[in-house]
Nanobody
Framework: QVQLVESGGGLVQPGDSLRLSCAAS????????MAWFRQAPGKEREFVAG????????DYADSVRGRFTTSRDNAKNTVYLRMNSLKLEDTAVYYC????????????????WGQGTQVTVSS
């Protein structure tokens, strides 16, 4: 069982930056593919970014590519999501997820989920 705890959400203005963190309670963190999903009101939960346990491969949703960066620190059992140039449409609850698969972008690829952290972008 892996517990994930997100932090770093908040209320920001368009163009601002935020960094989300997700701490994992497992000794084998380096063996998990980690991902960020988000869910806006009335919408499906969608993939945002991920970093594989294999060679640190990363990938992003088209809507955030070039603005968001995900990274992991295996020594700290933590994955990060750096969000720059935030837009109104980035407003959502952001979830951290962990999986034993090598790579995946589907919700069903992920076994463990955090409780979510709210990011609100408003002028």
């Amino acid at each position: 069982q892996v517990q994930l705890v997100e932090s770093g959400g908040g209320l920001v203005q368009p163009g601002d930056s935020l960094r989300l963190s997700c701490a994992a309670s497992t000794r084998t963190f380096a063996s998990y593919t980690m991902a960020w999903f988000r869910q806006a009101p009335g919408k499906e939960r969608e993939f945002v970014a991920g970093v594989s346990w294999v060679a640190g491969r990363t990938d992003y949703a088209d809507s955030v590519r070039g603005r968001f960066t995900t990274s992991r620190d295996n020594a700290k059992n933590t994955v990060y999501l750096r969000m720059n140039s935030l837009k109104l449409e980035d407003t959502a609850v952001y979830y951290c997820a962990a999986s034993t698969v090598e790579w995946g972008k589907r919700r069903t690829d992920y076994n463990y989920w955090g409780q979510g952290t709210q990011v609100t972008v408003s002028s």
